[in-house]
């Protein structure tokens, strides 16, 4: 998920774009490089207009662009919170049918779910149209 973390801040989303859809990766159409920059520039940046790379955005469907900009705020937030893999970890749970977004917080994450966390958990439910319920475990 951190795939361009050289690239300078203000540009990182497009850089991400660019560089996955011109990637020597063997197999994939160009609508299947589409989706994987969308869902990079979605990694690190909340919003895909405006950007030099809008024509290309029509190679897939509008449900493949959603699709994309959910996984990437996923992987954006995600981030945030899951640093290490040994360390006591809380869950993201999906819940499609209420739509509900079920976040488990163990204590060790508490410290780590600032406000800025929170603002990518809520893009994240705004993309998915969901209510969030957060729990911290005790």
């Not at 699709?67 to 919170?81: N, Q, V, W």
């Amino acid at each position: 998920h951190d795939v361009s973390w050289r690239a300078h801040p203000d540009y990182r989303a497009e850089t991400c774009f660019d560089n996955a859809t011109r990637a020597n990766l063997g197999g994939l159409k160009h609508s299947e490089r589409v989706f994987l920059g969308l869902a990079l520039l979605h990694r690190y940046s909340n919003k895909r207009y405006g950007t030099r790379f809008e024509d290309l955005y029509q190679l897939i469907d509008e449900k493949s662009q959603k699709d994309a900009e959910i996984l990437g705020k996923a992987m954006r937030f995600g981030s945030m919170l899951w640093m290490t893999k040994d360390a006591e970890r809380g869950t993201l749970r999906w819940f499609p049918k209420k739509k509900l977004l079920h976040l488990r917080l163990t204590p060790e994450m508490v410290p780590l779910f600032g406000e800025v966390a929170e603002a990518r958990l809520m893009s994240l439910a705004s993309s998915l149209d969901a209510q969030v319920e957060i729990k911290n475990l005790r």
